[in-house]
């Protein structure tokens, strides 16, 4: 079979994640999906970055801790626009500056490339996510966790991609087949390991969870860290490994 790879937030073993560099690198090595994760600044800006806080992956301009959290919501883009997000992988990546999604979408439009926008945007804000992604002709993908959402954005994008990473259940996925159409569905969920400890038993792998799935639509596993985790996730013949 033939795999496809999603790039977590970009790709964070070599580059500085969720930054414009890890993007650059994730369509150069030919990554079928790009994940990121929006985020709305004070001034609405959306910007891209995992944590509400900037303070694990960013640095001040010289490089130094930054003193106390500092949340993106807290701050407008041009505040944000002060500290590095690229200096704590090396000095190649001094001055790499926290992106916007608008930078991001520009550069993928024209390239086989899906990017995968994570559900940081709240569902009552996502207006402000898809008036962003409208602008561009990128292909991309939501990520929902309920039917609500799912609704939301289709409301205004009939057609729009999503990946559904919610309750897996045969009910559940009904709801969600129902609304979805095959080619415009995955469905995604989590290898049962300890770093996931801490995720609902029914967004977890097993051999059964995964056939149910694969009943249903692509099934995505998330997020696989490690080379032997690859292999554990091959196992249940999923249609896109994140990695």
Known sequence: MKYQFRAHRGGSSYTPENTMPAFIEAVRLGFE???TDPQLTRDGVLVLMHDSSINRTCRNADGSA???DVYIKDLTYEELLQYDAGIRMGEKFKGTKIPTLDELLAY?????????????????????????VLRYK????????????????????????????GVISEEMLQKVTA?????????GCYLDLPNFAWLEESRKTSTERC?????????????????????????????????
Do not use: W
């Not at 056939?211 to 091959?234: E, Q």
């Open 138 to 165: 990128a292909k991309v993908s939501f990520l929902c966790a309920d039917i609500e959402r799912i609704q939301r954005i289709q409301s205004r994008i009939p057609d729009a991609n999503i990946l559904y990473e």
């Open 108 to 132: 993928v439009e024209g390239k086989d490339v899906i990017v995968e926008l994570d559900k940081k945007v709240p569902t009552a804000e996502i207006d402000r996510l898809i008036d962003v």
């Open 66 to 68: 930054i003193d106390g």
């Open 179 to 187: 609304l979805v159409a095959p080619e415009h569905l995955i469905i």
């Open 33 to 35: 999906y790009i994940e």
């Open 211 to 243: 056939a149910l799935i694969k009943k249903y639509g692509r099934l995505s596993i998330g997020n696989v860290n490690h080379t032997f985790d690859v292999r554990m996730a091959m196992q249940y013949d999923p249609d896109i490994i994140e990695i």
